[in-house]
């Protein structure tokens, strides 16, 4: 297993191309009985091709685990304030929850997740879902060998002109979580916490249902048609798509705009982290009316709210898929972040003596546009990675660890300086985050616009004309053909 991350592991293109002649159908691929059995990455199997409808039952079971997902993520930015007054510790040492939740999902992807899908694939990752109800550090490597395979699952797993649509659509959901979470922690859990607030009894029966509920859906997905998509398959299916955008298949290591945007993902989800992480606390100083516990109470309920913005804009944003391109929806969302992230620190409308309605509601705007980068970022940094694909995927799902990194930053500043103006550092991460989309839209925007007016997949075994397996299907000079260098 190791720590090796650039060896070589992936088919090579001749080992893919020597299969193309004899690939089986999208419909052979469904009807594979893989369940009880690895399958090889260096296998075509015929999922490269896989229509809407034959994607629909995977896309679905997958969703509902983003909704568990975005549950246990939006409890845990519950119990950082809970457990901030339970235990009477800083912002800072708060921050610890996230740093264990988090650096599972570093260490993970790059380790034994990684390793685990691509040993037995996609379907049986979903089965280590099951550790749920242990510490912080159990849940975060359970829930990271899931991002390392639901994520680009979703993003493959049918016609690549949908790619950005399916898993915003499907991360939809995991912000329903985020928004349920909230609400049944305000109150359910935390309802009956004792006078002084102290009181965590409620949390073990939280997490342990969660477990069995869990334990039971992995039964459902062990005996489900789930197809698996190998390396081979998404090295096939990019020799499907059109090819006329210049596209080299480059070694791993060469994959820039992958890594670039593992950059991105860590300074974007450590921004969204930390002000998640510390919504409740800003609430507690913009009501500096209120008691400190009150105050908690009542910012859950506005943190829900604001998770239902990130909800309606995730839902929105795939809607807007439909009219125009993902990377240019990329760059206007991240724009508007920085806008309203800017505000949320500048504005102070109730002069530190009432309420500071005006910075609340600029933060909260913050979360409706945040609601489209992740999947977004994800999914077109995994654009043109072929055979590639799962490595890369794990690159990505270990960048999360931004939020391991930055709340920790950010809780220590706001003990000095105040929960609002130490937004700074958010905003610096995003700041970084921001220029993904800038080069994308420079330099990548040709390539990104030719996944979008694919054929591929929109009919079973359709291919688009200037690929090259159209030109070797044609016996025409292969001009369009992506090139091959030598890993």
């Known amino acids: 297993m190791g720590l090796n991350l650039f060896r070589k592991e992936e088919p090579m293109l001749e080992e893919i191309h020597a299969q193309q002649d004899r690939r089986p159908s999208a419909a052979e691929a469904v009807a594979i009985d893989g369940r009880r059995k690895s399958i090889s990455d260096k296998v075509v199997t015929g999922a490269s091709q896989l229509t809407t409808r034959q994607s629909i039952i995977p896309v679905t079971l997958i969703t509902l685990l983003f909704f568990l997902w975005g549950f246990a993520y939006g409890l845990l930015d519950v119990l950082n304030s809970r457990f901030k007054v339970a235990l009477?510790?800083?912002?800072?040492?708060?921050?610890?929850?996230?740093?264990?939740?988090?650096?599972?999902?570093?260490?993970?992807?790059?380790?034994?997740?990684?390793?685990?899908?691509?040993?037995?694939?996609?379907?049986?990752?979903?089965?280590?879902?099951?550790?749920?109800?242990?510490?912080?550090?159990?849940?975060?490597?359970?829930?990271?060998?899931?991002?390392?395979?639901?994520?680009?699952?979703?993003?493959?797993?049918?016609?690549?002109?949908?790619?950005?649509?399916?898993?915003?659509?499907?991360?939809?959901?995991?912000?329903?979580?985020?928004?349920?979470?909230?609400?049944?922690?305000?109150?359910?859990?935390?309802?009956?916490?004792?006078?002084?607030?102290?009181?965590?009894?409620?949390?073990?029966?939280?997490?342990?249902?969660?477990?069995?509920?869990?334990?039971?859906?992995?039964?459902?997905?062990?005996?489900?048609?789930?197809?698996?998509?190998?390396?081979?398959?998404?090295?096939?299916?990019?020799?499907?798509?059109?090819?006329?955008t210049g596209y080299v298949d480059k070694p791993f290591r060469k994959q820039t705009t992958l890594f670039f945007g593992t950059l991105a993902q860590f300074s974007y989800v450590g921004g969204q982290v930390g002000i998640a992480s510390y919504f409740i606390n800003y609430y507690a100083q913009a009501r500096p009316d209120k008691p400190v516990l009150e105050s908690h109470h009542e910012g859950s309920n506005y943190y829900a709210?604001?998770?239902?913005?990130?909800?309606?804009?995730?839902?929105?944003?795939?809607?807007?898929?439909?009219?125009?391109?993902?990377?240019?929806?990329?760059?206007?969302?991240?724009?508007?972040?920085?806008?309203?992230?800017?505000?949320?620190?500048?504005?102070?409308?109730?002069?530190?003596?009432?309420?500071?309605?005006?910075?609340?509601?600029?933060?909260?705007?913050?979360?409706?546009?945040?609601?489209?980068?992740?999947?977004?970022?994800?999914?077109?940094?995994?654009?043109?990675?072929?055979?590639?694909?799962?490595?890369?995927?794990?690159?990505?799902?270990?960048?999360?660890?931004?939020?391991?990194?930055?709340?920790?930053?950010?809780?220590?500043?706001?003990?000095?300086?105040?929960?609002?103006?130490?937004?700074v550092v958010p905003l610096a991460f995003f700041l970084v985050a921001w220029s993904f989309p800038i080069y994308l839209n420079m330099f990548r925007a040709k390539e990104l616009d030719a996944y979008r007016e694919s054929h591929v997949g929109i009919s079973e075994g359709e291919f688009d004309p200037d690929s090259r397996l159209a030109s070797v299907s044609e016996k025409k000079p292969d001009i369009g053909s992506r090139q091959i260098e030598s890993v």
């Open 88 to 244: 009477d510790i800083s912002q800072g040492m708060s921050s610890g929850l996230q740093a264990s939740y988090f650096g599972a999902c570093f260490i993970g992807p790059l380790t034994y997740s990684g390793w685990f899908v691509r040993k037995f694939g996609y379907r049986f990752t979903e089965c280590s879902f099951g550790g749920f109800c242990g510490s912080m550090f159990v849940v975060g490597s359970g829930l990271s060998t899931l991002e390392t395979s639901a994520n680009p699952y979703i993003a493959v797993c049918g016609p690549p002109k949908w790619s950005e649509f399916r898993l915003e659509l499907s991360q939809s959901f995991q912000a329903v979580g985020s928004v349920v979470a909230p609400v049944l922690a305000s109150y359910v859990i935390f309802k009956n916490v004792g006078a002084d607030g102290k009181s965590l009894d409620a949390v073990q029966y939280v997490y342990l249902g969660i477990a069995v509920f869990v334990g039971l859906l992995a039964i459902v997905f062990y005996f489900a048609p789930i197809p698996e998509i190998t390396d081979a398959d998404m090295a096939d299916q990019a020799e499907m798509t059109t090819a006329t």
């Open 305 to 423: 709210i604001a998770q239902g913005l990130f909800a309606i804009g995730r839902f929105s944003a795939a809607g807007l898929m439909y009219i125009t391109k993902p990377h240019w929806i990329l760059l206007a969302y991240q724009t508007m972040i920085m806008i309203f992230i800017i505000a949320a620190i500048a504005v102070d409308t109730g002069a530190s003596i009432r309420p500071n309605w005006g910075g609340l509601s600029m933060l909260m705007i913050v979360l409706f546009f945040e609601s489209y980068i992740f999947p977004t970022i994800f999914a077109l940094s995994l654009r043109g990675l072929g055979r590639h694909t799962k490595r890369g995927a794990s690159f990505l799902v270990a960048s999360v660890c931004g939020g391991a990194v930055v709340p920790a930053i950010l809780g220590n500043v706001a003990d000095r300086i105040g929960t609002r103006k130490a937004m």
